[in-house]
């Protein structure tokens, strides 16, 4: 009786959250009833939140003054009656002991007494039942770009109902209602009566890593994983190796890290790697590596004899090395195998193949090279020699059965693409109208280019990457849906792991809240506010986010 009144007064008086999207419902979009508003019990979400913080701000919220407290020793997080999943899914259990630590575990307050007296004693709310509706709930599996993310929460005395389709939606819904959940100042936890409907607004929603300019220790990697589910992320695309380091350990060629790495310690095992990758599917995160090809290369060659192609300086070889050599049939037996490889090990369907920023040099100086590109007719187009070599490359990946993703260069340079391949642009100068062609052309597109977190300014630079509005190029509707989603991408030259998590958070933030919430949410005074709540609970959560300008967190004490 209990729980349908409390139902019933959440249906009585509720209020529209302003500048979020009207109700969508989880099944197919069929609008939610309105019903008749009070405006006594109900008032927008930041009048009524002590700590008005959600981030990224969902795409429907209605949130009501009345309270319920929540007591940690009795509050549970279960399975609700109906789902398809229960307690044999080990990707739930292990989010709800990690949610309940993430609301009760970093409390201002250890030795919580009694309230003061006179102090009302709010209604309870004793659980938080979640309900997967698909037959299929994802338990174990690993997410990919068409998982559903949606998920429906009430939260009502005395139990609280999360309704997704998959495992990966309740993951993002779990998320949500942690940060409903605040501590007030006598060390209660509270809840205000809600209802949220919420699904991402782009499917993919990236953060690169690079782990070859500065190696990063396994657990700064698992830490940014953390923070990038706190965001609402779903893909690591992880830039593993690069000119400068070869810390992937491969099983079949395992000479290019013992060579090609910067020490024999600085190595991701085929154990780490399984890690990550596992660390990641628990949170609902995609692990997409990249294996750039064929310029930055130069760890490679340190391992793999004859790979790159040799300098010449008129008729003598320099001794130094350009791209990979495309002209070697060995070239390609080597890829075929080492692809093989990487195809097993990332269980993704999609590999990031690089192809950007190839200097032809080199092999403008290889007198071998120039003879092949006269027995090809390439001419002195050495844009053709790229296009062939990716060619082939490409070739290889789909006989895996993987698809690919590139940089904007392979594209531009006219190699033959697969339908489905994804092209990331990255180039900032005029990538609107690249987005245009690509998209125009067909391919699926990713937005990187405004989003390169490396370049750092005096300032509140979050603000530029929040004003992005991805869409805002020329293009037909169909366009515009192959858009995707985007990337915030952290190159390492000059980051390590003493200053990765502050440079990337809360910067990294906006991004998240741009490719998830709704195209009207662009108040920079209501995501300050919200965006400076959620820094500070990211540090509680063990977050080092950099400020994002004066000010302080409530958890913050003297000693």
């Known amino acids: 009786m209990g729980r349908a009144m409390g139902l ?154 999360l309704k997704a389709d998959e495992v990966w939606g309740a993951l993002r819904g779990l998320e949500t209602f942690s940060q409903l959940v605040h501590e007030d100042d006598y060390g209660s936890f509270l809840v205000n009566e809600s209802e949220i409907d919420d699904f991402p607004r782009f499917a993919h929603r990236g953060i690169l890593l690079d782990t070859s300019r500065h190696y990063l220790p396994l657990k700064s990697i698992l830490t940014n994983l953390d923070a990038m589910a706190f965001n609402k992320f779903n893909v690591l695309h992880w830039h593993i190796v690069d000119d400068q380091s070869f810390p992937y350990q491969s099983i079949y060629f395992p000479e290019l890290s013992d060579k090609g790495a910067y020490s024999y310690n600085h190595i991701y095992t085929p154990t780490d790697v399984h890690l990550v990758i596992e660390y990641a599917r628990l949170r609902g995160i995609r692990v997409i590596p990249e294996f750039d090809t064929p310029g930055h290369t130069q760890s490679w060659g340190k391992g793999q004899k004859d790979l790159l192609t040799p300098c010449y300086s008129g008729q003598q070889p320099t001794g130094s090395f350009g791209p990979v050599n495309p002209i070697l049939n060995t070239t390609y037996d080597f890829m075929t195998k080492f ?177 998830w919430s709704s195209s009207n949410v662009t108040s920079l005074q209501d995501a300050y506010q919200r965006l400076t709540n959620h820094r500070c609970r990211m540090l509680r959560r063990g977050i080092a986010a950099e400020p994002v300008f004066v000010g302080y967190c409530a958890h913050e004490a003297r000693g």
């Open 8 to 161: 019933a007064g959440l249906l009585l008086g509720l209020f529209l959250v302003p500048a979020v999207l009207v109700s969508t419902s989880l099944r197919r979009g069929a609008p939610l009833a309105e019903p008749e508003l009070d405006a006594v019990d109900w008032e927008p979400a930041s009048g009524a939140v002590p700590e008005d913080s959600l981030w990224p701000l969902p795409q429907w919220v209605r949130t009501s003054q009345r309270q319920l407290q929540l007591s940690p020793g009795r509050f549970q997080l279960v399975h609700g009656a109906g789902s398809s999943a229960g307690p044999a899914c080990g990707l739930l259990q292990d989010a709800f002991r990690r949610y309940y630590e993430y609301m009760f575990g970093q409390s201002r307050r250890r030795q919580r007494g009694r309230r003061q007296f006179g102090a009302r004693a709010e209604p309870q709310l004793s659980q938080l039942q979640v309900v997967i509706e698909s037959p299929e709930p994802g338990c174990h599996s690993y997410p990919h770009l068409g998982s559903s993310e949606a998920y429906h929460l009430t939260v009502t005395e005395p139990v609280a109902v």
């Open 339 to 515: 692809f093989k490889e990487i195809s097993s090990v990332f269980p993704d369907a999609y590999i990031h193949l690089g192809g950007d920023e190839v200097n032809f040099d080199c092999w403008k100086s290889n007198p071998e090279v120039k003879e092949f590109m006269k027995k090809q007719g390439f001419g002195i187009d050495y844009t053709k020699l790229e296009s062939y070599y990716v060619q082939k490359i490409l070739d290889i990946v789909s006989s895996y059965n993987k698809g690919y993703m590139v940089w904007q260069e392979v594209f531009d340079n006219k190699a033959q693409l697969k339908p489905d391949t994804v092209v990331e642009v990255w180039m900032a100068n005029n990538y609107a109208a690249e987005l245009s062609r690509v998209t125009g052309a067909g391919y699926t597109a990713i937005l990187a280019a405004p989003w390169y977190l490396d370049y750092i300014s005096y300032g509140q630079d979050w603000k530029k990457y929040y004003d992005v509005e991805p869409l805002h190029f020329l293009g037909s509707e169909k366009q515009k849906k192959l858009l995707i989603g985007g990337e915030a991408c952290l190159w390492g030259e000059f980051v390590d792991a003493t200053n990765l998590t502050p440079r990337l958070w809360p910067r990294a933030s906006a991004v998240g809240e741009r490719l």
